[in-house]
């Protein structure tokens, strides 16, 4: 339960069952605490999991229930009577009507005929390119040259007079804002079928499109919706997205659904959030009021090894769940998965993040140092330490003996180039396994490649720009290799980053880069690059992706989230890609963070072995300066900003 209400008569208590889309009215009059029946909160025609009620209020009378539903930005208004013996043996009563709100709602109240809605977020975030404004009288929060995201997250609070609300006419705008009318998606690929049998599905971390795609050209021009002036990262540093994003396909028009890593990582694989993960990411992100609840992690602890539920795991589970159920099988590199280190102390207790590594024989790879074998083998040409695996262990039960026990999590001194060879090691396996007839590439694959995270400017360690370059090769090696097997005629790939907050943006702080690639992808008009600027978001990947492997929806988010059908209309004869190894012919990928780098005392205070340890505001202002200069972010557009569709800020 996450809310509770008393009736006035003080013989009922309702409960709101976030994770049930339902209320549960409960007779308190008697010392049974029975259970007269639940009272259903999703919306008409809404058969998936998505309501999420999360705050409840009632009326003087008791004749009406109201009931804040964070998953439909929407408040269902219940009549109480209709609770029967009768009605609570059929089933779930249903709401009489919905009235829209802004996004998130998590608390109500009543005064008379008034009804107040607070929210969460409110209208959402807008651009993030100018410089933190400070409140009058509270001290500087550190010299930013760009917004934070979470500091644009203004919540609301909205009166509504009850008398004057129209049901009908308010829970149209409510249906209409969540898709629910919309038309069945499907993608239409050229010949008529489907021929993708393979998802592999890359998760990085936390940048803004103009960040990376800001100075995105073809033949000196720009492509797509970019401000070159925000491009920290572009295609000197990012060549290989740059090609792959001119050779298949911008999306320009992409959003994360989340802000942070907390919530990014379960929306990046859940296709939707929990009451309890926005209630707690804020407070865990302004200093670390809270532990780090996310990934199969809560308060230290692994509640899979603990053999207890996760309290913040969504009833619709995770996209390999949603493959083991439906026949399809799955493999993981690094996402949802705890990796501990050779040698680190153990920080926590019950099976926590930091367990101690235990002894190992070689805790690391030294300069010069021969890397493993099932790391790819040679000797390493890197200049920092790399830390060795003492331990992988899987957070979620479908995952478990279904993940790459040599892979590493987050920890962002190994390189991505690390996490490519252990990736590219199974591929010639299953290519092996393909040339003789048998194909054993799981049909979905998560590939965690974190390392554009950056680990700011500790020294010693890597430069941003190096890091980002490192995931960027990663990222080209693997498509490129992918593009040269067989498993180029059935097999699609989708690249995004968790969350964009680590970046600025001059549309909105949520925009980011996506990409979609496979043999079945569009040909621009006249030799140009493709350009799709239809809204999409993080749950648009999820939805595609499950559409391509036949897998039903998880939720009312995936279920009516924009279908990214445009990327497989072309005629199938996109040509193998070939991986840009300039960052690592001119030794980027390799360079390290000099002792009087930008930012290097405030780096070196950070903890960068898991995601968002970090301070992530005082580390956008570090890699701005070792990334810019002293060149101050551009002021804030002063052109209206289009406003966005009201349906856009729901998945």
Same mark, same amino acid.
């Given at each position: 339960?996450?809310?509770?209400?008393?009736?006035?008569?003080?013989?009922?208590?309702?409960?709101?069952?976030?994770?049930?889309?339902?209320?549960?009215?409960?007779?308190?009059?008697?010392?049974?605490?029975?259970?007269?029946?639940?009272?259903?909160?999703?919306?008409?025609?809404?058969?998936?999991?998505?309501?999420?009620p999360d705050a409840l209020a009632v009326s003087g009378d008791g004749n009406t229930l109201y009931v804040a539903n964070m998953g439909s930005d929407a408040v269902a208004v219940i009549d109480t009577s209709k609770m029967t013996t009768a009605a609570a043996k059929q089933g779930m009563v249903e709401p009489v009507g919905f009235i829209p709100t802004e996004w998130m709602p998590t608390a109500l109240a009543m005064d008379g005929e008034k009804l107040y809605v607070a929210t969460d977020k409110g209208r959402s975030t807008g651009p993030n390119?100018?410089?933190?404004?400070?409140?009058?009288?509270?001290?500087?929060?550190?010299?930013?040259?760009?917004?934070?995201?979470?500091?644009?997250?203004?919540?609301?609070?909205?009166?509504?007079?009850?008398?004057?609300?129209?049901?009908?006419?308010?829970?149209?705008?409510?249906?209409?804002?969540?898709?629910?009318?919309?038309?069945?998606?499907?993608?239409?690929?050229?010949?008529?079928?489907?021929?993708?049998?393979?998802?592999?599905?890359?998760?990085?971390?936390?940048?803004?499109?103009?960040?990376?795609?800001?100075?995105?050209?073809?033949?000196?021009?720009?492509?797509?919706?970019?401000?070159?002036?925000?491009?920290?990262?572009?295609?000197?540093?990012?060549?290989?997205?740059?090609?792959?994003?001119?050779?298949?396909?911008?999306?320009?028009?992409?959003?994360?659904?989340?802000?942070?890593?907390?919530?990014?990582?379960?929306?990046?694989?859940?296709?939707?959030?929990?009451?309890?993960?926005?209630?707690?990411?804020?407070?865990?992100?302004?200093?670390?009021?809270?532990?780090?609840?996310?990934?199969?992690?809560?308060?230290?602890?692994?509640?899979?090894?603990?053999?207890?539920?996760?309290?913040?795991?969504?009833?619709?589970?995770?996209?390999?769940?949603?493959?083991?159920?439906?026949?399809?099988?799955?493999?993981?590199?690094?996402?949802?998965?705890?990796?501990?280190?050779?040698?680190?102390?153990?920080?926590?207790?019950?099976?926590?993040?930091?367990?101690?590594?235990?002894?190992?024989?070689?805790?690391?790879?030294?300069?010069?140092?021969?890397?493993?074998?099932?790391?790819?083998?040679?000797?390493?040409?890197?200049?920092?330490?790399?830390?060795?695996?003492?331990?992988?262990?899987?957070?979620?039960?479908?995952?478990?003996?279904?993940?790459?026990?040599?892979?590493?999590?987050?920890?962002?001194?190994?390189?991505?180039?690390?996490?490519?060879?252990?990736?590219?090691?199974?591929?010639?396996?299953?290519?092996?396994?393909?040339?003789?007839?048998?194909?054993?590439?799981?049909?979905?694959?998560?590939?965690?490649?974190?390392?554009?995270?950056?680990?700011?400017?500790?020294?010693?360690?890597?430069?941003?720009?190096?890091?980002?370059?490192?995931?960027?090769?990663?990222?080209?090696?693997?498509?490129?290799?992918?593009?040269?097997?067989?498993?180029? $005629?059935? %097999?699609?790939?989708?690249?995004?980053?968790?969350?964009?907050? &680590? #970046?600025?943006?001059? +549309?909105? !702080?949520?925009? =980011?880069?996506?990409?979609?690639?496979?043999?079945?992808?569009?040909?621009?008009?006249?030799?140009?690059?493709?350009?799709?600027?239809?809204?999409?978001?993080?749950?648009?990947?999820?939805?595609?992706?499950?559409?391509?492997?036949?897998?039903?929806?998880?939720?009312?988010?995936?279920?009516?989230?924009?279908?990214?059908?445009?990327?497989?209309?072309?005629?199938?004869?996109?040509?193998?890609?070939?991986? $840009?190894? %300039?960052?690592?012919?001119?030794?980027?990928?390799?360079?390290? &963070? #000099?002792?009087?780098? +930008?930012? !290097?005392?405030? =780096?070196a205070k950070m903890d960068f072995t898991h995601a968002d340890r970090a301070d992530a505001q005082k580390l956008n202002a570090i890699l701005w300066k070792d990334a810019m200069g002293d060149a101050p972010a551009p002021a804030r557009l002063l052109e209206k900003q289009k406003k966005a569709k009201k349906d856009d800020d729901d998945d």
């Amino acid at each position: 339960p996450c809310a509770l209400e008393m009736s006035p008569d003080g013989k009922t208590l309702y409960v709101a069952l976030a994770n049930r889309d339902a209320v549960a009215a409960v007779d308190v009059e008697k010392s049974a605490f029975a259970v007269k029946g639940y009272f259903d909160t999703r919306l008409p025609g809404q058969s998936y999991f998505g309501a999420e009620p999360d705050a409840l209020a009632v009326s003087g009378d008791g004749n009406t229930l109201y009931v804040a539903n964070m998953g439909s930005d929407a408040v269902a208004v219940i009549d109480t009577s209709k609770m029967t013996t009768a009605a609570a043996k059929q089933g779930m009563v249903e709401p009489v009507g919905f009235i829209p709100t802004e996004w998130m709602p998590t608390a109500l109240a009543m005064d008379g005929e008034k009804l107040y809605v607070a929210t969460d977020k409110g209208r959402s975030t807008g651009p993030n390119n100018f410089a933190t404004k400070v409140a009058p009288g509270l001290p500087p929060a550190g010299q930013r040259d760009f917004t934070y995201i979470a500091t644009l997250l203004y919540g609301s609070l909205a009166t509504i007079d009850l008398s004057g609300v129209d049901l009908k006419a308010a829970t149209a705008e409510v249906m209409e804002r969540n898709r629910m009318k919309a038309a069945e998606e499907k993608i239409a690929f050229a010949d008529g079928s489907n021929p993708i049998k393979h998802v592999i599905y890359i998760i990085k971390e936390n940048r803004t499109y103009d960040q990376v795609f800001g100075d995105l050209k073809l033949n000196g021009k720009p492509v797509g919706n970019g401000d070159a002036s925000l491009a920290m990262y572009g295609e000197s540093v990012t060549p290989n997205q740059h090609k792959l994003a001119l050779q298949f396909g911008v999306l320009d028009n992409f959003f994360d659904s989340g802000e942070i890593s907390g919530d990014g990582h379960v929306w990046s694989n859940a296709g939707i959030g929990t009451d309890y993960l926005e209630k707690t990411w804020q407070q865990d992100y302004r200093n670390n009021q809270r532990t780090y609840d996310y990934e199969g992690v809560v308060s230290d602890g692994y509640p899979l090894l603990q053999k207890i539920p996760d309290v913040n795991e969504p009833a619709s589970g995770y996209m390999w769940g949603n493959a083991d159920a439906h026949g399809k099988t799955h493999y993981n590199f690094g996402e949802f998965i705890a990796s501990t280190f050779c040698n680190t102390k153990g920080t926590v207790a019950r099976e926590g993040p930091m367990l101690n590594g235990g002894p190992c024989s070689v805790p690391e790879i030294k300069p010069g140092a021969a890397i493993p074998a099932e790391w790819g083998g040679g000797v390493s040409k890197w200049p920092w330490a790399i830390p060795l695996l003492a331990k992988n262990v899987a957070t979620k039960p479908e995952l478990v003996g279904h993940f790459a026990a040599e892979s590493p999590d987050f920890n962002l001194r190994v390189p991505d180039q690390i996490r490519a060879n252990v990736f590219l090691r199974h591929l010639a396996g299953w290519i092996e396994d393909n040339t003789a007839g048998k194909d054993t590439m799981p049909n979905y694959i998560t590939l965690r490649l974190p390392d554009d995270h950056t680990g700011g400017t500790v020294p010693g360690g890597p430069t941003p720009k190096s890091s980002v370059a490192d995931n960027d090769l990663a990222i080209g090696r693997v498509v490129e290799a992918i593009s040269h097997s067989d498993f180029w $005629d059935n %097999t699609a790939i989708f690249i995004l980053e968790d969350d964009a907050q &680590n #970046g600025a943006d001059h +549309v909105d !702080a949520h925009r =980011s880069l996506a990409l979609a690639i496979s043999k079945y992808a569009p040909h621009g008009a006249g030799g140009g690059a493709f350009v799709d600027s239809r809204f999409y978001s993080t749950v648009s990947v999820v939805r595609t992706m499950e559409t391509l492997l036949g897998l039903p929806p998880m939720n009312n988010n995936d279920a009516l989230a924009p279908l990214i059908g445009s990327e497989f209309t072309g005629p199938g004869d996109q040509k193998p890609f070939a991986a $840009d190894t %300039t960052n690592q012919d001119n030794g980027l990928i390799y360079t390290a &963070n #000099g002792p009087r780098a +930008v930012g !290097a005392r405030e =780096s070196a205070k950070m903890d960068f072995t898991h995601a968002d340890r970090a301070d992530a505001q005082k580390l956008n202002a570090i890699l701005w300066k070792d990334a810019m200069g002293d060149a101050p972010a551009p002021a804030r557009l002063l052109e209206k900003q289009k406003k966005a569709k009201k349906d856009d800020d729901d998945d």
